[in-house]
C-alpha cells in the first residue's frame, strides 16, 4: 500500500502560479512512476502530468503542456506540479496517484490521495 496526502491546493487569480505536493508513505516510492490528475465539476477525471520512477522522464496533456511542471524527490518522497500562468479552466480538484505502468489514464494507477482543490478566478 502506498499512502499519499496532497497539498498546495487554493484561490488564486487568472496567471497566477500554485505548487501542488504530494507526499508518499509505505512502499518504497522510487518503484511508481507517480501522475497527477485533475477532475472539475460534472467531468471525468483527466490526465494532467505524469513522471517515471527515477524523475527523468515525464509527459504532460497538450491542455498544460509549457505551463506545468512535474517533478520527484525521491529523498524526500514527494511529487512536485508547479503551474504557471493559470487559467480558469484550470480549475478542478486535483489527485496524484502512483502506478507501476507510465501511463497517461487512471486506469493504470493504483493508489491516489484525496485530492485538492485548485480554483483560478478570472
Do not use: H
Amino acid at each position: 500500500q502506498v499512502q499519499l496526502v496532497e497539498s498546495g491546493g487554493g484561490l488564486v487569480q487568472a496567471g497566477g502560479s500554485l505548487r501542488l505536493s504530494c507526499a508518499a508513505s509505505g512502499r518504497t516510492f522510487s518503484n511508481y512512476a507517480m501522475g497527477w490528475f485533475r477532475q472539475a465539476p460534472g467531468k471525468e477525471r483527466e490526465f494532467v502530468a505524469a513522471i517515471n520512477w527515477s524523475g527523468d522522464i515525464t509527459k504532460y496533456a497538450d491542455s498544460v503542456k509549457g505551463r506545468f511542471t512535474i517533478s520527484r524527490d525521491n529523498t524526500k518522497n514527494t511529487v512536485y506540479l508547479q503551474m504557471n500562468s493559470l487559467k480558469p479552466e484550470d480549475t478542478a480538484v486535483y489527485y496524484c496517484a502512483a502506478g507501476q505502468l507510465f501511463g497517461q489514464t487512471r486506469y493504470e494507477y493504483l493508489y491516489w490521495g484525496q485530492g485538492t482543490q485548485v480554483t483560478v478566478s478570472a
